[in-house]
């Protein structure tokens, strides 16, 4: 119980010792507050002593690379001479003497003449974009002869063992000799402006040499749509393929829309010509097409309707391969892409070599064509038979003498239509006569016909028939051959509009222009078509009332047999609708006055060719003694032969 005692005593002393030593020796709050200063004096120390060691070592670093400065640019222009050699090296593998043509430049020159805009591009060293100032696209934009963003041309040859594709080079541009120093240039009146776009060939230490150099030159007209193009080679010789004999033309364009309607007679497509200026053929016009010619040639065109794009050889070309594609494109003026690889005869081995050329980018006139004589007017479509292309020409120069006073289009085709008719006027006069005749000798007709109503009497009705004709004094060809000689002027007209460029946005009465079709009905595509022309409509009407007006002069109601051919005549002027409907207003306008006019020819006739003078005039010729012609002899022989095999085969 003791020793228990003790120790409880012994237990709280000490804990009586520990917490009177904790309550003396702890702080007191100024003690605290000072010892917090002295800490925060020491870590401020320690910190400005840390920054003063930086600056140290900054410095030290600082002296060290001002140190090594001199040693390290060195270094910097040895990697980068280095580099720049071998940057070199990778250049001449790939373009041999061209290396340093390679790299340069993008750079654009403008050049304006009274007809065209023409913007060069210094990488490829040909035209970028060539704008006819005079005509703008149905949708009055600028007209462009091609989408200048897709257009490639190229021209191709060996040199040093690699292909060399110029497309790829940077040119140098002079103008009229003098380095070009910036500015758009316009051409003066009698002026003339030449540009060359040169590359210099390498020396043996990388450096161009300006006497070795390759060079495209064109010289720009005042007043023409014709320009000079010559390849021109000066010091090549040791470069190029010594087993060569010609270059490379490789030349792509995308053609842009530029008419508001296309019809199947325009001919977009890629023209040719053989050295004959008249030997003009084409590409399949309808479809994707390419062709491959090994004769020489003259000039290779890529057309549109109104438009094209020609390269023209002073000289020849030695072949050509040609192509026109429609590819998908995002592009919603896109129309098609013609391409031709051209290969153009050069001396490699002469010291100086000049391929002279021409380029020609503009309309398709057929005067202006036809002025530079080389066959390029046998683009337009005039025909391929050659009486309809001769009244073509004829119809052409009327057209153009109409046209040089100024007036309306629209005046201009009723003028020349009234001209046609004029000239036709003695074949209509003859077949509306004949047509008379035919009319007073109907019931005659009838009789024959009633005589003879059986088949194997056919020959007897036919051989009457033509008695009661020859006894009339008109001939069974006499309203048939005045018809056929009014059908290649017909035919001619037929493809004369459609190509006729004068007529491109001209506008006439309502319509705005007279070389497309004047809508005025817009609806989704029905039967291929989804618009009704006013003009052609009309034409269709007056067409339907000349046919009736025809078949009730003709009575065709009264013969059966023409029956058929009746509802055919109705039919004709339905299908003309949905035929010309897509064309020219031009044409349909054309073909409505033609109807016009017929209607008052026909006025006039009747007035003229009374049927009681027509009927006494048969009845005259009736007792004249006819003499019969060669083919009523052989119509009676073939008649006498017909009825001795009737016999034979009843016996």
């Known amino acids: 119980m003791n020793n228990t005692k003790s120790t409880l005593i012994g237990f709280i002393l000490i804990a009586a010792i520990l917490f009177g030593w904790m309550y003396f020796m702890t702080p007191s709050k100024e003690e605290l507050a000072k010892q917090q200063h002295i800490q925060d004096s020491i870590r401020q120390a320690r910190l400005e002593a840390a920054a003063l060691d930086s600056l140290r070592i900054i410095e030290q670093r600082r002296a060290e690379f001002e140190s090594m400065a001199v040693d390290t640019t060195a270094e910097i222009e040895l990697d980068s001479a280095a580099l720049a050699n071998q940057k070199y090296n990778q250049l001449r593998s790939r373009f041999g003497a061209f290396a340093s043509s390679a790299e340069g430049e993008d750079q654009t020159i403008t050049i304006e003449n009274l007809y065209q805009k023409l913007t060069f591009d210094s990488k490829g060293g040909f035209l970028k974009q060539v704008e006819l100032k005079d005509f703008k696209t149905y949708d009055s934009l600028p007209l462009l002869s091609f989408d200048p963003e897709t257009s490639v041309f190229n021209l191709a040859f060996f040199s040093e063992n690699r292909t060399i594709n110029t497309s790829q080079l940077y040119f140098k541009p002079y103008i009229n000799g003098m380095p070009y120093t910036g500015g758009d240039m316009t051409v003066g009146e009698n002026d003339s402006v030449v540009i060359a776009m040169r590359v210099s060939l390498d020396q043996a230490n990388g450096q161009s040499a300006p006497n070795r150099y390759l060079e495209f030159i064109y010289t720009i007209r005042y007043d023409d749509y014709m320009m000079g193009f010559n390849i021109h080679t000066v010091g090549m010789q040791d470069v190029l393929a010594a087993n060569a004999n010609s270059m490379d033309i490789n030349w792509s364009v995308d053609l842009m829309k530029q008419e508001k309607s296309q019809d199947r007679f325009s001919g977009e497509s890629v023209y040719y010509c053989s050295m004959k200026k008249d030997d003009v053929d084409h590409l399949d016009e309808l479809k994707d097409s390419e062709k491959r010619v090994s004769n020489k040639l003259k000039w290779v065109s890529f057309k549109q309707r109104f438009f094209c794009n020609v390269i023209v050889a002073n000289n020849e070309f030695s072949n050509a391969n040609m192509e026109v594609v429609t590819n998908k494109t995002e592009n919603p003026r896109y129309f098609k892409t013609m391409s031709a690889n051209i290969g153009v005869p050069i001396d490699m081995q002469a010291e100086e070599a000049v391929v002279p050329m021409s380029l020609y980018f503009g309309p398709n006139h057929f005067k202006t064509l036809k002025s530079y004589d080389l066959g390029l007017q046998h683009q337009i479509n005039l025909g391929k038979f050659f009486l309809i292309r001769w009244i073509n020409y004829g119809v052409i120069a009327v057209f153009n003498w109409l046209s040089s006073y100024g007036w309306s289009y629209g005046i201009v085709i009723l003028i020349l239509t009234i001209l046609i008719k004029l000239v036709l006027l003695p074949f209509a006069f003859k077949s509306y006569k004949s047509t008379a005749i035919t009319r007073v000798l109907k019931p005659e007709m009838d009789a024959i016909n009633a005589k003879y109503p059986k088949e194997e009497d056919a020959m007897k009705k036919q051989q009457a028939v033509m008695n009661l004709q020859r006894q ?43 070389s497309t079709y004047d809508s005025i009905v817009e609806f989704p595509r029905f039967l291929g078509m989804d618009h009704i022309s006013l003009f052609c409509l009309l034409m269709t009407i007056t067409t339907f009332i000349y046919t009736y007006v025809n078949n009730k002069q003709m009575d065709v109601s009264s013969n059966p047999s023409m029956k058929p051919m009746k509802w055919m005549m109705y039919l004709m002027p339905i299908m003309f609708f949905g035929i010309f409907n897509n064309y020219s207003a031009g044409l349909s306008y054309y073909y409505m006055l033609v109807n016009i006019i017929t209607f008052i020819q026909m006025f006039l006739f009747r007035k003229m060719i009374k049927e009681e003078d027509v009927r006494a005039t048969i009845e005259k010729n009736k007792k004249k003694p006819v003499k019969k012609s060669n083919f009523q002899k052989r119509l009676e022989e073939a008649q006498k032969q017909q009825a001795k095999m009737q016999a034979q085969q009843k016996r």
């Open 472 to 514: 009339a004094g008109v001939s069974p060809a006499s309203g048939c051959v005045p018809a056929l000689l009014q059908m290649p002027i017909l035919f001619a007209v037929f493809r004369f509009f459609p190509a006729s460029i004068e007529l491109r946005q001209q506008p006439f009465l309502w319509c705005n222009d007279l």
